[in-house]
């Protein structure tokens, strides 16, 4: 069983940094592409950055420039880190992995971890 276990969220100002973490147990994060989703209340999950495990990385338009993922497969761990936060960067972030096969996707989250950027 996959668990994905997130850090790091918190208050902080506009302007101010932040680092995510994910923790990743079960299985190795090589064997997945990973991801960093947001919510708001009353939104979809977006995809804010992902990372595939030869280092190819995707961003949304809007953290272009400020955010950085990336991936430790050796200690198993994800990270998302976020530079010049806006308030529009508050959200629940979700750790995500996911394989694709033949068959089927599969997809592992965790429970989030909440960032919060307010003066």
């Known amino acids: 069983q996959v668990q994905l276990v997130e850090s790091g969220g918190g208050l902080v100002q506009p302007g101010a940094s932040l680092r995510l973490s994910c923790a990743a147990s079960?299985?190795?994060?090589?064997?997945?592409?990973v991801g960093w989703y947001r919510q708001t209340p009353g939104n979809q999950r977006e995809l804010v950055a992902s990372?595939?495990?030869?280092?190819?990385?995707n961003y949304v338009d809007s953290v272009k420039g400020r955010f950085t993922i990336s991936r430790d497969n050796g200690k198993n761990m994800v990270y998302l880190q976020m530079h010049s936060l806006k308030p529009e960067d508050t959200a629940v972030y979700y750790c995500?992995?996911?394989?694709?096969?033949?068959?089927?996707?599969?997809?592992?989250w965790g429970k989030g971890t909440l960032v919060t950027v307010s003066s």
């Open positions: 995500n992995l996911k394989r694709m096969t033949l068959a089927d996707t599969i997809n592992y």
């Open positions: 990372i595939t495990n030869s280092g190819t990385t």
């Open positions: 079960g299985s190795r994060i090589s064997a997945y592409g």
